[in-house]
């Protein structure tokens, strides 16, 4: 019965705060030296039960992979964008026509983010970034597409001051005349608070008045918990609070009915000298609790039970993003979907508890030059010790006849034989670790059922690579001629 009265409870709180049920979601952001495709993107999403992504544009490749996969996807008005918008509402019914509704129904976009931390990134766009949210919103209207996608535009948390206690906290005065009327408008259309938080940045800018743990999650004794003595609500730590304080100020402008989605929030797993509590361990714990803290459906000290559905920063780490060592390292996974750190998640299908380590290959790098992969090829048939019988002419792996698929087969063999180690998938620099597996796609480029030669990692065979991998051209195996020559080393 008491279950079924949280259920009732929070069927009854969500005719005012939308869904009953919170999400984790993640950002995908692209500068990225070596970024995936589309495709390879949206595997990784379907691989970790991914349902909801936030895009910080509409790119045209995107939206088609994610087409046709249920994904929840938000798409963004990028800055550099938003003036135009905001001044044409021709503008905006054009952006409308070719990022939304030439991608609607296939691709599920829910939401549209116009613009991103404007009033302190871009404040010289303030004055019509309300106008851009109307105009964006009016095409919708005009599709009837009002009712499934909802239009608002992130902040970052700044703009809160004094935020503890949270029941003081209020916007920055100066930003009245923007963010009422757009807080009206939130209201007026159904749409939500797009708010940024980061417990980092607030931990490491306190000087040490926030403690760690407080940031982190992690279980604070009573006496150590932070109190609001106006309402003597109990905070348990930090993303609580400026959520909190985020309704708190919109109180204090007489809205008290636009619920609230995290954007962006995370931890970096890696940080300059000045930077010591970025570190894969406080990654994972402020990640793992907060995935956690969200889908347990806790909300907040002022608004329990009360979904906060949250968007991590973010899917990938961004090596070209400039500024501190930080800014670099805020992903889950690396350009190949290698996790970064294995989240302290449990349950099937919980999202992210997968660890995509048992799903990795090791393949010929695109573009590798043929003689470097010949010579490595020879060393893995040879003192690497792998079995590539199956590569000679007639038997099962010797289609196709090029060098580089032999050559990725003989480099996933060896992955696959030295269980996955550090550096087993280098070979000079000609071979990279992916998450397609090679063994599954058939030669003209159809995934196959048969699973016969998959590899795994207790067996040293590979699989047979398909064509598709980087073009066909004949090619004469010499794996087995005087590979026991061969004395450099590869690895």
Not at 49 to 70: C, E, F, Q, S
Not at 152 to 158: C, G, L, R
């Amino acid at each position: 019965m008491a279950e079924l009265f949280v259920l009732l409870l929070l069927l009854l709180v969500s005719v005012v705060y939308g869904d009953d049920d919170a999400f984790v979601g993640v950002n995908i952001g692209t500068d990225l030296s070596d970024m995936p495709k589309p495709t390879q993107v949206v595997a990784l999403l379907k691989a970790q039960n991914i349902k909801y992504v936030r895009l910080y544009d509409a790119d045209r490749a995107m939206l088609l992979a994610l087409a046709n996969t249920g994904i929840q996807v938000t798409v963004s008005v990028p800055n550099d964008q938003l003036l135009g918008i905001g001044q044409s509402n021709a503008t905006a019914a054009n952006w409308v026509a070719r990022n939304i509704i030439a991608h609607v129904p296939a691709t599920n976009i829910t939401a549209i983010a116009v613009g991103s931390e404007v009033l302190t990134a871009l404040p010289n766009a303030a004055p019509v970034l309300v106008s851009a949210l109307k105009f964006i919103h009016s095409a919708l209207v005009a599709s009837n597409l009002d009712g499934q996608i909802k239009v608002s535009t992130p902040h970052s948390s700044s703009i809160i001051l004094d935020s503890f206690p949270p029941s003081q906290a209020f916007f920055n005065r100066s930003w009245d005349p923007v963010m009422v009327p757009l807080l009206k408008f939130l209201q007026s259309t159904g749409s939500y608070l797009m708010l940024n938080v980061y417990p980092y940045y607030d931990y490491m800018q306190s000087n040490g008045v926030i403690p760690l743990d407080y940031a982190l999650f992690r279980p604070l004794p009573p006496n150590k918990e932070a109190v609001d003595a106006n309402t003597l609500l109990h905070y348990t730590n930090v993303f609580d609070a400026v959520v909190d304080a985020a309704y708190f100020a919109m109180s204090y402008l007489n809205i008290t009915n636009v619920p609230i989605v995290v954007t962006e929030s995370g931890w970096p797993s890696k940080g300059g000298s000045n930077e010591p509590d970025a570190t894969v361990e406080n990654a994972n714990s402020f990640n793992s609790n907060l995935i956690k803290h969200v889908l347990n459906n806790t909300g907040t000290p002022k608004h329990p039970g009360i979904a906060v559905s949250t968007y991590i920063y973010e899917l990938y780490n961004e090596d070209l993003r400039p500024g501190a060592v930080s800014e670099k390292n805020w992903g889950l996974f690396d350009a190949n979907g290698i996790p970064v750190y294995i989240l302290h998640l449990t349950g099937a299908g919980t999202v992210l508890a997968n660890d995509t380590t048992n799903q990795t290959f090791c393949v010929a790098k695109q573009g590798a030059d043929s003689k470097m992969l010949q010579a490595a090829l020879d060393w893995a048939c040879g003192p690497g010790k792998v079995d590539c019988s199956p590569l000679l002419q007639g038997h099962p792996c010797y289609e196709p006849d090029n060098v580089v698929a032999h050559s990725t087969y003989a480099f996933n063999a060896y992955f696959q034989r030295m269980v996955k180690s550090l550096g087993t998938c280098d070979f000079k620099g000609v071979a990279t670790i992916t998450t397609t597996d090679p063994s599954i796609v058939g030669k003209n480029g159809t995934i196959t059922n048969d699973t016969s030669l998959t590899p795994s990692s207790n067996s040293t065979s590979s699989g047979c690579p398909p064509q598709y991998f980087y073009g066909t051209g004949s090619f004469t195996t010499s794996v087995m001629i005087c590979v026991l020559l061969m004395s450099v080393v590869f690895l």
